[in-house]
């Protein structure tokens, strides 16, 4: 019964720390590529969102 529970554990362990690092990843991209493209269009306004100081 220890094991099982154990086991469980373990598992679930593994699979919310994949399911973390694919939501991170895929915010973190969708992030990139929209500043990446908004800074091809307008770059004053990505350099007003991300606070760059000349």
């Known amino acids: 019964m220890f094991t099982q529970l154990l ?3 373990v598992f679930l362990f593994i699979f919310l720390m994949g399911f973390s ?4 990843l ?5 992030y990139w ?3 990446n493209m ?3 269009v307008n ?5 007003k969102i991300i606070g760059h100081k000349e």
């Open 26 to 30: 895929g915010l973190f991209v969708g």
């Open 43 to 47: 770059p004053k306004l990505v350099y």
């Open 38 to 40: 908004l800074e091809k």
């Open 33 to 35: 590529i929209t500043i």
């Open 21 to 24: 690092m694919l939501l991170f």
């Open 7 to 9: 086991g469980f554990f």
